[in-house]
């Protein structure tokens, strides 16, 4: 009492019978062909993707030295002007207070000639204020923001 298009058979065999026509004979030998070439492309793919990651590696790695000879040269640039103001610093020493302070002040004003002297500019301290002592963050808020910034 079902109507014919309601018939489940007669459905599949409308649908599934020209798809059936277009596909091949599906054998051992087609299968093992298709699967073989598949887990190439996969593989050769994934070969290619790491050399050229390795690649970016020896590049940037190639970069990051030649920073850090550049930077070898600033920090004796920075020694040396350190040790010429702590020198000059030391001579002129009156209060044991105000000469460390004195003392931190040229460290600091040393190193900023130096970084202005390795980038052809001239800076200026205008004024040296301390850090309150009190962290902004929590012990915990401060692990968790190292442990999440650090580099791989």
Do not use: C, H
């Not at 790491?50 to 020694?79: H, Y």
């Amino acid at each position: 009492m079902i109507p014919d298009f309601f018939n489940a058979q007669n459905y599949l065999n409308t649908v599934f019978q020209p798809m059936a026509k277009e596909l091949p004979d599906m054998n051992i030998s087609y299968v093992a062909a298709v699967v073989i070439t598949g887990l190439s492309v996969v593989f050769l793919s994934l070969v290619i993707l790491i050399l050229f990651i390795n690649l970016l590696g020896i590049f940037f790695k190639r970069k990051k030295k030649d920073n850090n000879k550049t930077s070898s040269a600033m920090k004796e640039q920075v020694s040396a002007k350190v040790e010429t103001v702590k020198s000059n610093v030391s001579a002129e020493k009156t209060a044991a207070a105000s000469d460390d302070n004195d003392e931190i002040i040229a460290v600091i004003s040393a190193a900023i000639s130096a970084l202005g002297d390795a980038d052809g500019k001239t800076y200026k301290v205008k004024s040296v204020r301390a850090v309150s002592s009190k962290p902004s963050r929590s012990s915990w808020a401060m692990a968790g923001l190292q442990n999440n910034t650090a580099p791989f």
